[in-house]
């Protein structure tokens, strides 16, 4: 039994999260040591000459393969050259290990720069040349490790070029969230601060005169006693301004990220927003989600220059409106569409697509206001 290490902090697998693509290349792995076994098996007929050394080759190459994507990337050209080294020391008496030599190379795509793979690929069509004119291996084997090589390395060069954008993206819209929520809360902090130190300072002072004059002259008394009345009702009303604002962070918070996200994509982002709006906290979190979704889809998918997110009430209801100047053709259930109307359904709110090829993508987002009401029933 191999036991599969934890992965390391700087190890390939920290950017191939994805469970499809990690159960594919299992699958391609068990398919490929039946076919070790099986192919010169029914070629060869059963023989310790070539089945003794295949069997120990297992082993060693699932634990190569293994710390290919556990251990630190560092190590990852050492595996990868050892799953080659391993193919061509089986070649000789088992013809089919040319495909570990393949698996080797490619797995040097994995790595940071990708002259290795193709000074890996140069090496590997090379000795192959050496092992036919020494083992009479077919010549058309340093085609077949060549054009491989390139094909399968070149799309898991793409892929993991692809993995490490997505994550890099997610890290730093990760920290600009964390920056935008500490900034808003020193702004709140500094509001609280400089409006209730203030007036609970002079709701003091007069709360103070109040009772002094409360014996010696009772209408002044009763006179500062108003004052203080209105000067708390005046805070009260301030504070829940300043909760609202605090309420309201979560979406301007994405906004940030999404400009700073699209900015750094070269696709220039406009705002248009309310004077003030107060949302349900479930509300916006759902709003700020589909607003994320919706600028993620036209980062990776619309090829614009410019979007725009038009924010806006009438009475009780809300909108978002979200256009893009890019390619269109926005499937109806496609790219996290699904997933945002289920989150507007949730809510009671509606969303619509208008999504023309070649000529930009509109999403029309409504939220009545029996929705919000029913919300803070609830």
């Not at 990337?73 to 040319?98: H, K, Q, Y």
């Amino acid at each position: 039994m191999i036991r599969v290490p934890p992965p390391h902090r700087d190890s390939l697998l920290g950017g191939l999260r994805s469970p499809v693509y990690l159960r594919w290349q299992g699958g391609v792995q068990v398919f490929w040591l039946v076919a070790l076994i099986q192919a010169p098996l029914a070629v060869k007929g059963f023989d310790w000459d070539w089945m003794a050394p295949t069997l120990i080759s297992i082993p060693v190459y699932l634990v190569c393969y293994v710390s290919v994507y556990v251990a630190p990337l560092s190590r990852l050209p050492f595996n990868a050259a050892m799953i080659t080294l391993l193919g061509f020391t089986l070649w000789p008496v088992n013809p089919v290990s040319v495909g570990y030599v393949v698996i080797g190379v490619t797995l040097l795509a994995y790595a940071r720069r990708a002259r290795v793979w193709l000074l890996g690929t140069l090496v590997a069509t090379v000795v192959t040349q050496v092992w036919v004119m020494l083992f009479h291996v077919p010549q058309v084997h340093v085609l077949v490790v060549f054009g491989v090589s390139l094909a399968a390395g070149f799309s898991n060069f793409l892929y993991v070029r692809g993995a490490r954008r997505d994550a890099e993206l997610r890290l730093s819209q990760a920290e600009v969230r964390r920056l935008a929520t500490l900034a808003e809360r020193e702004r709140i902090g500094r509001d609280l601060h400089d409006l209730l130190g203030h007036t609970l300072s002079l709701i003091t002072l007069k709360s103070e005169l109040a009772r002094r004059l409360a014996l010696a002259d009772p209408a002044r008394a009763q006179q500062e006693m108003e004052e203080v009345e209105r000067v708390a009702r005046h805070t009260l009303a301030e504070v829940r301004s300043a909760v609202t604002g605090l309420r309201a962070g979560d979406l301007a918070s994405e906004l940030v990220s999404a400009r700073l996200m699209l900015e750094a994509s070269g696709i220039a982002l406009h705002t248009e927003l309310p004077d003030g709006f107060d949302l349900p906290q479930a509300t916006e979190a759902t709003l700020s989600l589909v607003l994320r979704e919706a600028v993620t889809n036209i980062h990776r998918h619309s090829r614009a220059t410019e979007a725009h997110v038009v924010i806006s009430r009438k009475g009780q209801d809300f909108a978002m409106r979200i256009t893009d100047n890019g390619c269109g053709g926005l499937a109806a259930h496609g790219n996290g569409v699904s997933g945002m109307r289920e989150r507007m359904r949730q809510i009671g709110g509606r969303l619509a697509i208008d999504s023309p090829p070649k000529q930009g993508t509109v999403l029309s987002i409504d939220v009545p206001g029996h929705a919000g009401r029913m919300e803070r029933i609830a």
